[in-house]
């Protein structure tokens, strides 16, 4: 719940691709209030795992104290002339001199235009969500994915990257939904649409942008003490948000064959209820406006530190399947 009484300021975190448009860093930036309240979290055993997973990086001004315990965790500075940013689309061959790490919405630019085997990739990427969305057979979805092996390569992949089995490995689809249960697997087949676009240089960059906000979501419905179902809806109003960008399509067009319920339908399709207050503040995380991210967190009761707490969970579980789609 809203602790007013909290100096603590807020921790953003953004993706960073590299010039070649994969996820290469994650740039931290922290609001007002006393910096000194972030020491235990800097400190903290999740904190310290993101060095560990992916080059992270803080702009100056920060205080010595935070400085000093950012530095010992192996985060760097940014350096000034290296960081892009890019809202159109990414060509190389015209960033400025010195440039390696970019930031910005050009992964939100329409899609290039897909070929006939793209095009008809999607099809069936979009008609698995659709079965997996209604609970439909085990033999229907597996006879629809051996029309497209690379769909199920990279579910598996994402399955057994992210660690889900308790250690077990996961070698056929029809083991995956066994061991999985169909709600989790509803997660891996959304984040997947993400993973499997050939062809499209926004895809590694969308899919870390859709991961995070699935998760931050999923993570701020249980800061509020909701139910895993509801917990389950919220991730998966963060995966869907996307979808549109993903497809060059409007999003109710893309959405039109998938069973949603009504609380998901309001959010994403009317801008309506808690689901679509959550979806505007992960939107306010991307271009960083603090004063936009603090209004929406005092409108869903969520404290600084509990935001602060996912932010960290949401970006760890980014890197975890960026790294299963195996898009390097």
Not at 5 to 28: C, E, H, K, N, T
Not at 53 to 69: H, Q, T
Not at 297 to 321: C, P
Request: hydrophobic letters at 50%; a negative charge; glycine letters at 8%.
């Amino acid at each position: 719940m809203m602790n007013n009484q909290s100096q603590a300021p807020l921790v953003l975190f953004r993706v960073l691709a590299d010039q070649g448009g994969i996820p290469a860093g994650l740039l931290m930036d922290v609001g007002a209030g006393d910096e000194t309240a972030l020491l235990p979290l800097f400190e903290s055993e999740a904190f310290q795992a993101l060095d560990d997973s992916m080059p992270v990086y803080y702009r100056e001004g920060l205080s010595a104290p935070l400085v000093d315990v950012l530095a010992a965790a192996g985060w760097k500075q940014l350096v000034p002339g290296t960081l892009l940013r890019e809202d159109e689309r990414l060509v190389k061959e015209e960033m400025p001199a010195g440039t390696l790490l970019i930031e910005g919405d050009w992964c939100m630019a329409a899609p290039p235009k897909p070929t006939g085997a793209q095009a008809a990739s999607r099809v069936l990427a979009l008609q698995l969500a659709q079965l997996v969305a209604s609970d439909a057979h085990t033999h229907d979805i597996e006879a629809l994915l051996r029309k497209d092996p690379t769909l199920s390569y990279h579910l598996l992949r994402l399955v057994n990257s992210l660690g889900i089995g308790a250690g077990r490995k996961i070698s056929s689809f029809s083991q995956a939904i066994l061991i999985l249960g169909r709600q989790q697997l509803r997660r891996w087949v959304n984040l997947m649409l993400f993973a499997a676009r050939q062809g499209d240089p926004r895809s590694a960059m969308l899919l870390a942008r859709v991961a995070v906000r699935g998760r931050m979501l999923e993570q701020l419905s249980k800061a509020r003490d909701q139910d895993k179902g509801t917990q389950d809806q919220a991730f998966i109003a963060g995966m869907f948000s996307l979808l549109g960008v993903l497809f060059g399509m409007a999003l109710p067009e893309v959405l039109a064959p998938l069973s949603m319920n009504e609380a998901l339908q309001e959010a994403l399709l009317e801008d309506k209820g808690e689901l679509a207050t959550s979806l505007r503040l992960c939107e306010a995380v991307e271009e960083g406006d603090f004063g936009a991210v603090a209004t929406h967190l005092q409108q869903l009761l969520i404290s600084v530190e509990d935001f602060n707490d996912a932010m960290i969970d949401a970006n760890l579980w980014m890197i975890g399947a960026v790294r299963g789609a195996n898009m390097n």
